[in-house]
């Protein structure tokens, strides 16, 4: 299942990747104001009172919004409560619909409000949290839902209800929230749901405050060779900033390479023949391919990892990808070519050269059909899900086309693979990966290398996570 099907999740990726975007948040908020009203209205009439009470995030607009057009469609008692002040308010948007309320004959509005404020009406109408609910309730917002639920009126939630509150009726936005919840559908545009954005990077999980190394993650990377030491390197930098550990088993040829390479990344760990299994079994998640040569001991190698480990999250990037010709073992992996490799994937040398739509639809049955997730690698970026969605990445710049990036971005995925879903993983990695190049970009046109996307990414990822 992926983090995104969680309705929490999922309407914090769609609310920051649509002001990502450039979606206008006031107008998302008239729709939803009006969609709600029409709700309420169609469920208990315009004679009844109505008590909205708020919070100063966008539910509260929200909230805002439903008041005004309760006005609007006709509703003659409407009072409502803002939870906090009027300073506090997280949106311009709502901000605007608090004024505007405040001017309309027929509704009564309260600031700072407190449980002990609250008239009992007809009906009472939740909007104080929404999607903004982590962790227990603050104690005044536990007071006011004990209010409304001890008070004699009909109770209504937007969106997803406080804990603690059993609504009669619920209204989500978008998409179903909760059981039996009617949807408002709030217009927002098929780009939010089309492209990657910082959503994807708050959808992550975090580690906890007193976790150990082996609770945040470890990545077994296999790849490198005599002729193509940097690759594993690079993955493994940028893995070793998101997760606890990191484990580098090599091809023979590369050993003592490898061991000269701790000299320049002492976060990795490395893994011998003899002690490859156990350290496969710790590992959440493998990196196999980058750096690897395309030769049969290789792919003997790549094709035994895979057979013993059927369960274990896998990128198989570079010439790794080379195994797909065995279709059984590419279940729920990740499969990271550029247009260069598709032929590792199909065994044709001029596969590269289909149209775009033809490539897309050829990838998209690949992905279904062997219930595999794609990244084609390009100037945009094309996820495929074994499901048949398509998510494009537009993050990223030409300054990105040189050797390494590619590495980097394995790296990333395949750590963020170790304590989240594959798609997930794949959306926020690529995103990620591409806007630190944007970032570099900014500073320094396109004269950067692979190795400064790194401390780049770092500041991507904490960017994204505050956005």
């Known amino acids: ?76 008692d409407i009072y409502v409560y803002l939870v906090g002040r009027i300073s506090d308010l997280k949106s311009e948007a709502s901000q605007n619909f608090w004024e505007k309320i405040k001017k309309s004959q027929g509704i009564t509005t309260y600031s700072d409000a407190y449980a002990k404020d609250i008239i009992q009406k007809d009906v009472s109408v939740e909007c104080l949290l929404g999607t903004g609910i982590q962790g227990k309730l603050h104690k005044r917002f536990h007071d006011v839902i004990v209010r409304l639920t001890k008070q004699r009126t009909k109770i209504v939630a937007v969106d997803v209800p406080a804990p603690g509150y059993n609504p ?7 998409y179903p929230k909760s059981a039996q919840a009617t949807v408002v559908d709030i217009g927002m545009p098929k780009e939010v749901d089309l492209y990657a954005g910082p959503g994807e990077v708050k959808a992550l999980t975090i580690p906890k405050e007193h976790s150990y190394k082996s609770q945040n993650g470890e990545l077994l990377v296999f790849g490198g060779s005599d002729q193509f030491h940097g690759a594993p390197l690079m993955a493994m930098k940028a893995a070793s900033k998101l997760i606890g550990s990191v484990f580098y088993y090599t091809t023979p040829e590369n050993r003592m390479v490898a061991q000269d390479m701790k000299t320049g990344l002492s976060e990795f760990i490395m893994v011998d023949d003899n002690s490859l299994e156990k350290y496969a079994n710790y590992a959440n998640a493998f990196l196999i391919g980058p750096g690897l040569e395309d030769n049969l001991p290789t792919k003997a190698l790549v094709s035994t990892l895979l057979r013993n480990f059927p369960e274990k999250p896998v990128v198989l990037d570079a010439y790794a990808i080379s195994v797909a010709t065995d279709k059984g073992l590419l ?22 050269k289909l149209g775009e739509k033809g490539l897309e639809g050829k990838l998209k049955r690949f992905a279904v059909e062997n219930e595999c997730y794609i990244i084609l690698k390009g100037h945009t970026d094309i996820l495929f899900h074994k499901n048949g969605t398509v998510v494009l990445n537009k993050s990223g710049n030409q300054g990105m086309a040189k050797g390494g990036t590619g590495d980097v971005l394995a790296g990333i995925i395949a750590a963020l693979l170790t304590k989240n879903d594959p ?19 900014e500073k320094f046109g396109y004269n950067f290398s692979a190795t400064d996307l790194i401390p780049a990414i770092q500041e991507t990822f904490e960017w994204a996570r505050t956005y």
Not at 336 to 343: D, I, M, N, S, V
Not at 427 to 441: H, M, P, Q, R, Y
């Open 168 to 174: 009669d009726f619920s209204i989500s936005l978008l």
């Open 1 to 76: 299942m992926s983090t995104s099907d969680n309705p929490y999740i999922r309407t914090i990726i769609t609310d920051t990747n649509a002001r990502y975007l450039g979606i206008p948040i006031e107008q998302l908020m008239d729709k939803a104001g009006r969609g709600i009203a029409q709700e309420l209205i169609k469920k208990y009439g315009k004679t009844k009172s109505y008590t909205i009470v708020c919070g100063i995030g966008n539910n509260g607009g929200d909230g805002f919004a439903t008041a005004y057009y309760l006005k609007d469609l006709g509703v003659k």
């Open 423 to 441: 798609w997930t993983s794949m959306k926020a990695g690529t995103f990620v990966n591409g806007k630190a190049g944007d970032i570099l970009s």
């Open 331 to 352: 279940k729920n992996r990740i499969l990271t070519p550029h247009r260069g490799e598709l032929r590792h994937l199909f065994g044709d040398e001029n596969i590269q």
